[in-house]
C-alpha cells in the first residue's frame, strides 16, 4: 500500500508529485497511453529514497536501544 502523498513526510517528493498529478490531469487518453510512466517512476524512486532511509534510521535508532538495554542488564546482574 502506498503512502499518502501530501503529507510533511513527502516535502522531498512534492515536486516530482505535483508532476505526476499534472500529467493525470491532461486526462485519461493521456494516461492510458503511457504518457506519465516517466513521472510515476520518478515518484516510485523518490519515495522508495525516503523509505529506505527512514528504514536506515529506524535500524540505527534499534540498535542505540539495544546496546543500552544490555548495558543495563548486564549492570542489574552484576549487582545481584
Known amino acids: 500500500m502506498h503512502p499518502h502523498l501530501h503529507t510533511e513526510q513527502n516535502k522531498k517528493c512534492e515536486d516530482v508529485i505535483n508532476a505526476l498529478e ?3 490531469a491532461r486526462g485519461f487518453i493521456w494516461k492510458i497511453f503511457g504518457n506519465c510512466s ?15 532511509e527512514r528504514t536506515r534510521a529506524n535500524r540505527e ?3 542505540e536501544k539495544r ?9 542489574i546482574d552484576e549487582n545481584s
Do not use: F, P, S, T
Not at 516517466?38 to 529506505?52: F, T
Not at 546496546?67 to 549492570?75: F, G, P, R, S
Open 67 to 75: 546496546m543500552h538495554i544490555q548495558k543495563v542488564w548486564a549492570e
Open 61 to 63: 535508532n534499534a540498535k
Open 22 to 24: 499534472e500529467c493525470h
Open 38 to 52: 516517466d513521472a510515476k517512476h520518478k515518484v516510485n524512486m523518490c519515495l522508495r529514497a525516503q523509505r529506505l
